[in-house]
């Protein structure tokens, strides 16, 4: 039976202590909630701290990978996705996670955020840079949300998630 | 801290009845050992089989889906990355799976399967076309193992782990 | 002998007025230089106009497109590559592309531009977004320009190219 | 207007003399025909040859690279596309191509040959390879040829195009 996912992206390298913080915080409200944390995999920055937030809670994380092998990955990652195909595999973070956290800012994430909203999905962004947030939010206005928080992103994502399910109950 | 993953290849709509049966017990022996189940995700055929085997023993299953969205999704796939990139997916598969075993024969199978041996993967064939059979293990001997019982891949796949285990201390 | 190759990224059905002229006129003028145009390749917004306008000038042009098929793809192309890949294809479009002008602005293009900054490719922005200005050159002050008229672009692209040349003759 | 585009895919290193010296052949045959040459584009093997054989008559080359950056491409190359992908170019270069022409045999072609006939190409093999033609005639035998001479390659891809047109003529 297909899990919850929910991507969190975000700065390796060039990460923030704040940053790191709300990641760490972020993937451990996730874990809490049951949902299966979805990160870029490798042993820096946001994608490091999340997943090692998240397995702090005892959930499962899956990060998928620039490079071809194990190599440069996090430790926290329980299952290794390796797409060998660089930036690439943004594509495939965005697609394949249900809500989109995007903790801090860098060129990679912003190339993450336009892609979730290039595919119709929901992205919560938790960081202070308001030149992101302006722009985001006026390139798609109903799909973009301002946190300053880790636990107002889970509320979000909560609710979104019972409306999704109100929509499928519908359909159906 | 990474997890073993297993991959699991074959045909959908033209998987034969033995190779429903082979991927379903083969899916049933992985989760046995504890390790995860990749497969291409569908809802059809080997990749179907293999992962309802893998959730009957309490295994966890990983499905690389070549489409954007969760449609077509097999329900016995717990971690769904989709893609929305085809068949370029059946690098992924390869790239992420320690070992790759190929039941049955098709035109997807055949490229995952040479890729699978371009990436110098270990390669376990479970089928009877014995013109497979002759062509990959005339492609990559040293790489192409061919049994007739999934119990048997099973063997090849400890050994191989355990192996690399070995080379991995080794090395360090 | 490998060609110049210069990338036109904006949005398609959303491409304004003034984002189709531009489009048009870089078209025309990368012709012009020799340079060879490569775009996203579909029949619709800057791909279009841009690959218009190169032809008009007897330019050669490229389209890099997300479908599988060449339906949909824009009669101005000369040589549709087909990624089957969707957005995924973004990435391949600046990779490939030497400098990337943006006409206009939208989530796809915006994640093209976020994609050339990650692979430190020189961006040229050209529309009246100024939102989508601060936040780029905030990103990246080095790698973005920002123009009002298509022969600016042209102008920035020529002493790329130059410096480019002179750095390469430099290291032999 | 698009152009024809044909694709020669075979070994890198590995290419033997004659794979090499057939892809030449090819290569300039098909810029005779006044055909666009789609290769991997490294500088290497088969890639190199029929580039090179396109060019010498004249030809317009395209490469789609494994790579993100141009080194390790060949100078015969007119259009580099660079995936930054690894192996999972090969399924572009199969689908961007009408018809796929396989000169020798490997891990590489293989995947590409497999990859061409899960998207429904026409496949020429020119090898010597017989488990190779065993193999991959069982698997499609209504898109499979094998051809000993350059020379009924191109006749093949010739009847195939005048019937896509036919088809396609019949169909509007």
Redesign the interface.
Same mark, same amino acid.
């Given at each position: 039976?297909?899990?919850v996912?929910i991507g969190v992206m975000g700065p390796g390298s060039e990460a923030t202590a704040i940053d790191l913080q709300n990641a760490y915080t972020v993937g451990q409200l996730i874990a809490t909630e049951g949902w +299966?944390l979805l990160t870029g995999g490798r042993n820096t920055g946001v994608m490091q701290a999340a997943s090692q937030g998240a397995k702090q809670a005892g959930g499962?994380t +899956?990060g !998928?990978l620039p490079s071809?092998a194990?190599a440069a990955?996090s430790?926290? +990652?329980?299952?290794?996705?390796?797409? =060998?195909?660089?930036?690439?595999?943004? @594509? !495939?973070n965005v #697609? %394949?996670s249900q809500v989109v956290v995007a903790c801090g800012?860098?060129?990679?994430t912003? %190339?993450e955020i336009? #892609?979730a909203?290039?595919?119709q999905k929901k992205v919560i962004l938790l960081n202070k @840079?308001a %030149? %992101?947030q302006?722009?985001f939010k =006026?390139?798609?206005p109903e799909l973009v949300s301002v946190v300053e928080q880790p636990i107002a992103a889970i509320e979000i994502i909560k609710a979104f998630l019972s409306d999704e399910d109100h929509v499928n109950r519908t359909v159906e």
């Open positions: 039976m297909p899990k996912v +299966v499962l +899956v !998928i071809a194990r990955m430790e926290a +990652v329980d299952i290794p996705v390796l797409t =060998g195909m660089g930036s690439a595999r943004n @594509n !495939i #697609l %394949s800012m860098g060129a990679g912003a %190339s336009a #892609l909203l290039k595919a @840079n %030149s %992101s302006t722009f =006026g390139l798609a």
